[in-house]
């Protein structure tokens, strides 16, 4: 179950778990209390049980997956005659991402036809452009977050930020963008036009959400789930509903492959925010606790806050005082707020392992289900 005891009935585009203006009054009462009571009366449990053999989801693509980075690469520089702009746009194109977001597309695709047309089905060339288009929106968020965060560093090697001025970095960003939504208005599909148009609103609103903050517990935690949701989730829900848009899959369906994405985003971020504080700045190609050096409070600090009221007037000032960031890091470490953390992202990712589960039996479905552990379990 959701832990943010939402309803799962009704799919809208600004992601039905939270809505346009974030969780409600109601809904966000003593949520982080209530997650911190459910840690200690509930077990996480495992995962479900995928059986004696676990299915290698690259592996398992590895056919779908082979020269997408050049196909990106191919689209981009056909678009401009500049090459420094092309140099930039592909930077990141480069092969050393994890191509998680394309890979859990062409998955969920592979899944949902097998649903609807059986073991015969195949996978559509627009369902690969999605995948491909997913992934150049992700990287071109990163490429504006490397500005707006004035990062030096991404994937163990030195940013664009670092490499180029701002003002083309930006543009170079803005460009990928562009041509993502040429490739999309060459899908020729409304329903997966204004699908894949809500990812990128959702990650502007993002954006704004995570410059500012709430005074208050529980409207902070709010104000975070749903900031998780318009900069990460959002983009994985909307591709996965897309591919299944395009397999002429049922509304259940879209829903069912919408709802998969959600949690798996939900999950994937929670992840990352607990790799922050107990992975190596060389695991994770960027600096440690470089959320608080940002002035970000994540779930391990926001549950972390339960047992050390003293972190909220630093939350407050964004960690700007000298000391702020070494204390928090400090009492993140002495709380249980990693330990809450772990267990909201496995919540998050049985959900989507259990919402797979709904599928028709094929080893895209198996999959599906594996890859919630690859999320969890991942180091970088």
Known sequence: MCMCSCPRTRVTTCGPAYGSGGLNSAASSGLVRRLASSLQSTSTGSLPDYGTQIVDPYRLLEDDLNGIYEDIRSELERNTNQPELNTIATYYFDGQGKALRPMVAILMARAVNYHVYGENSALLPSQRQVAMISEMIHSASLIHDDVIDQSD???????????????????????????????????????????????????????????????????????????TYRKTASLMANSVKAVALLSGADESTCELAFQYGRNLGLSFQLVDDLLDFVSSAQAMGKPIAADLKLGLATAPVLFACEKYPELNPMIMRRFQEPGDVEKAYELVHKSRGLEQTRFLARKHGAEAARLAADLADSPYRQALAVTTDLVLNRIK
């Open 153 to 227: 560093f991404r994937r163990g090697k030195p940013s664009v930020n670092v490499l180029w001025n701002h003002k083309k970095v930006a543009m170079a960003g803005d460009f990928i963008l562009a041509v993502a939504s040429m490739m999309i208005a060459r899908l020729r599909s409304d329903d997966v036009t204004l699908v894949l148009s809500q990812v990128v609103t959702d990650l502007v609103q993002g954006e704004f959400m995570q410059l500012g903050s709430k005074e208050t517990e529980n409207e902070r935690f709010a104000h975070y789930l749903t900031k």
